[in-house]
T-cell receptor
Framework: AQSVAQPEDQVNVAEGNPLTVKCTYSVSGNPYLFWYVQYPNRGLQFLLKYITGDNLVKGSYGFEAEFNKSQTSFHLKKPSALVSDSALYFCAVSPLNRDDKIIFGKGTRLHILP | GAVVSQHPSWVICKSGTSVKIECRSLDFQATTMFWYRQFPKQSLMLMATSNEGSKATYEQGVEKDKFLINHASLTLSTLTVTSAHPEDSSFYIC????????????FGDGTRLSIL
């Protein structure tokens, strides 16, 4: 079955420290991979996506993600966390190599501690 | 950047009422729009996919007579929750996809529906 796993319900990071939010996927073929962020009572904001090419994808607000095909992972990273980065982060995959129907992970709540 | 407006942002109504939620793409034409439902502390569940001028495609387990979707123009899709009951209370989010390749989905800010 096609799926996206975010193994951590919550991640706590001190402000200024690097952060990583983990994501692994189980999809046949070469999927599109996404990261979205959701603030309270808001919709999702697009951060970045991987289609092909360079395994390190740079996105909005200083975030980046590294695609690792052998480990089927797409972890989200940022070198120096800000308190304003505190939010709910969703990893998602489009198994059909398209931007339409996508499968979301369950989300990881990121807390940046001042 | 692309903007999707969703209205209303919050609805509280009595059981048995029908509620309409609008999703508009403000600065691009959305060939495809999606409707999601999100339960507290859970991920988004795709309810249906709508393409302009055609019938929506519903995901398994979603009642099409309960959740009516209309995509009459390239900038507007509506979701009507008919005869809403307390179990329909949830956070509903729409997203829109423009024409052309390699476009990410752009999401509205969601509608919190509370049925008393």
């Amino acid at each position: 079955a096609q799926s996206v796993a975010q193994p951590e319900d919550q991640v706590n990071v001190a402000e200024g420290n690097p952060l990583t939010v983990k994501c692994t996927y189980s999809v046949s073929g070469n999927p599109y991979l996404f990261w979205y962020v959701q603030y309270p009572n808001r919709g999702l904001q697009f951060l970045l996506k991987y289609i092909t090419g360079d395994n390190l994808v740079k996105g909005s607000y200083g975030f980046e993600a590294e695609f690792n095909k052998s480990q089927t992972s797409f972890h989200l990273k940022k070198p120096s966390a800000l308190v304003s980065d505190s939010a709910l982060y969703f990893c998602a995959v489009s198994p059909l190599n398209r931007d339409d129907k996508i499968i979301f992970g369950k989300g990881t709540r990121l807390h940046i501690l001042p | 950047g692309a903007v999707v407006s969703q209205h209303p942002s919050w609805v509280i109504c009595k059981s048995g009422t029908s509620v309409k939620i609008e999703c508009r793409s403000l600065d691009f034409q959305a060939t495809t729009m999606f409707w999601y439902r999100q339960f507290p502390k859970q991920s988004l569940m795709l309810m249906a996919t709508s393409n302009e001028g055609s019938k929506a495609t519903y995901e398994q387990g979603v009642e099409k007579d309960k959740f009516l979707i209309n995509h009459a123009s390239l900038t507007l899709s509506t979701l009507t929750v008919t005869s809403a009951h307390p179990e329909d209370s949830s956070f509903y989010i729409c997203s829109a996809l423009g024409a052309g390749g390699n476009q990410p989905q752009h999401f509205g800010d969601g509608t919190r529906l509370s049925i008393l």
